[in-house]
């Protein structure tokens, strides 16, 4: 049974940057042809997209927040991560981290993250 669960600060200060772990276990982030996610949901907002990692390293992000994203992993721990920087409370969302396979097929449970001063 393959489980996502991401970890990270639940408060971020304006303009700073804010950085989540995905720890997947249950079956290798390297594995092909599987695809791993980082999605956001803002109150009252649906679903948003943010980018993803291959199972080869590469990546993909949302033109929209290409500029301050950056995803990455570490095969040894079995994890990827994300980055959000120059945040603003506009970007206090409920973070998920999931597992595309034609299809988001497992998610995270999701994470808080509050941005506030």
């Known amino acids: 049974q393959v489980q996502l669960q991401e970890s990270g600060p639940g408060l971020v200060k304006p303009s700073q940057t804010l950085s989540l772990t995905c720890t997947v276990s249950g079956g290798s982030i390297t594995t092909n042809f599987y695809y791993y996610n980082w999605i956001r949901q803002a109150p009252g907002k649906g679903l948003e997209w943010m980018g993803a990692?291959?199972?080869?390293?590469?990546?993909s992000y949302s033109p929209s927040l290409k500029s301050r994203t950056s995803i990455s992993r570490d095969t040894s721990k079995n994890q990827f991560s994300l980055q959000l920087s120059s945040v603003t409370p506009e970007d206090t969302a409920v973070y998920y981290c999931?597992?595309?396979?034609?299809?988001?097929?497992?998610w995270g449970k999701g994470t808080l993250v509050t941005v506030a001063s």
């Open positions: 999931a597992r595309w396979d034609y299809g988001m097929d497992y």
């Open positions: 990692i291959g199972y080869s390293g590469s990546v």
